[in-house]
């Protein structure tokens, strides 16, 4: 079974850069889409952002001009470059992967990592 592991979270003051990491655990697939989605206690996921295979992209307004993602293919890594985070960035980030294995498409979620803004 396929596993989403994701790393980067931390403890930021305003201002700040992180930097999120996924990638799944095997290398038996075709990437469909990779991203984030975040979570803050009483309201809804919501995007961040994803990309596709192809390096598509689709970015929230929220934190457009702020936060770039890309994706290694040759690592099948999704990288998440967060900037001039603010305390409203602070959340729970997961990450969201749609991979294509012999039988169709299947989407994964991973874990969580916590991102907190905060002087």
């Known amino acids: 079974q396929v596993q989403l592991v994701e790393s980067g979270g931390g403890l930021v003051q305003p201002g700040g850069s992180l930097r999120l990491s996924c990638a799944p655990s095997?290398?038996?697939?075709?990437?469909?889409?990779m991203g984030w989605y975040r979570q803050t206690p009483g309201k809804e996921r919501s995007l961040v952002a994803t990309?596709?295979?192809?390096?598509?992209?689709n970015v929230a307004d929220s934190v457009k001009g702020r936060c770039t993602i890309s994706i290694d293919n040759a690592k099948n890594t999704a990288y998440l470059q967060m900037n001039s985070l603010k305390p409203e960035d602070t959340a729970v980030y997961y990450c969201?992967?749609?991979?294509?294995?012999?039988?169709?498409?299947?989407?994964?979620w991973g874990q969580g990592t916590q991102v907190t803004v905060s002087s």
């Open positions: 969201n992967a749609v991979l294509t294995a012999g039988n169709g498409a299947r989407e994964y």
């Open positions: 095997r290398s038996i697939y075709t990437i469909n889409t």
């Open positions: 990309i596709s295979s192809g390096s598509r992209t």
